[in-house]
Nanobody, 123 residues
Framework: QVQVVEFGGGLVRPGGSLRLTCKYS????????VNWYRQIPGREREWFAT???????KLGDSVRGRFLLSRDHTKNTVDLEMHNLKPEDTAIYYC?????????????????WGQGTQVTVSS
């Protein structure tokens, strides 16, 4: 299984920027997609971005044009650059790597979660 840590959250004013980092490690064959989710208290966790192993990225409508993903395979990190932040971006942000992992019954794709990092956009 993959161990996951997200960091870089904090308080930022509307229109400001933040960079979050997802760092993952573990005894796996490969990490394929690295997804980003966010969760507002009282609401379901919402997907908004994916970084694929081949370099492709996919962004949800709510963040496209404002958020950017970059991935460093040598450091096992995915950075999320967030620009023009809005109060509605306030949430706990989670990273979710999907890794081909060794199991007793053979290799399996397993998703892991970090503890999340809080992003607050407020004046």
């Amino acid at each position: 299984q993959v161990q996951v840590v997200e960091f870089g959250g904090g308080l930022v004013r509307p229109g400001g920027s933040l960079r979050l980092t997802c760092k993952y490690s573990g005894n796996v064959f490969a990490v394929y997609d690295v997804n980003w989710y966010r969760q507002i208290p009282g609401r379901e966790r919402e997907w908004f971005a994916t970084s694929s192993i081949n370099g492709d990225t996919k962004l949800g409508d709510s963040v496209r044009g404002r958020f950017l993903l970059s991935r460093d395979h040598t450091k096992n990190t995915v950075d999320l650059e967030m620009h023009n932040l809005k109060p509605e971006d306030t949430a706990i942000y989670y990273c979710n790597p999907q890794a081909l992992s060794p199991t007793n019954s053979g290799p399996k794709m397993i998703g892991s979660w970090g503890q999340g990092t809080q992003v607050t956009v407020s004046s």
